[in-house]
């Protein structure tokens, strides 16, 4: 099993920067990609970045690409996401997710652990 565990939301004005972390723990060696995802009121759940497990590739979903910032360090077993420029659109939960695949996938279903979730609410 393994548990991932968010943290860093927060309110942040319009045009701010904010990072949040996702710390993995269990058998994280059973895992490749990492992934962030968000949900926000009323809507489904999307994705936002993907990074390999050794850190070398990434891949964004479209609407976030250029502010988004995704990294990973290995030695903490932790990933992260940095967001410039904050937009009242970007508020939603913010989802930490574990896949056994290695192909940078988006999909919900391919993502095998989840987190809790973290908050990210931006005022305009």
């Known amino acids: 099993q393994v548990l991932l565990t968010e943290s860093g939301g927060g309110l942040v004005q319009a045009g701010g920067s904010l990072s949040v972390s996702c710390a993995a723990s269990g058998r994280t060696y059973s895992t490749e990609d990492m992934a962030w995802f968000r949900q926000a009121p009323g809507k489904g759940r999307e994705f936002v970045a993907v990074?390999?497990?050794?850190?070398?590739?990434?891949h964004y979903a479209d609407p976030v690409s250029g502010r988004f910032t995704i990294t990973k360090d290995n030695a903490q077993n932790t990933v992260y996401l940095h967001i410039d420029n904050l937009e009242p659109q970007d508020t939603a939960l913010y989802y930490c997710?574990?896949?056994?695949?290695?192909?940078?996938?988006?999909?919900?279903?391919?993502?095998?652990?989840w987190g809790q979730g973290t908050q990210v609410t931006v005022s305009s």
């Open positions: 997710a574990a896949s056994t695949y290695y192909s940078l996938r988006s999909q919900t279903n391919t993502y095998r652990y």
């Open positions: 990074i390999s497990r050794s850190g070398t590739y990434t």
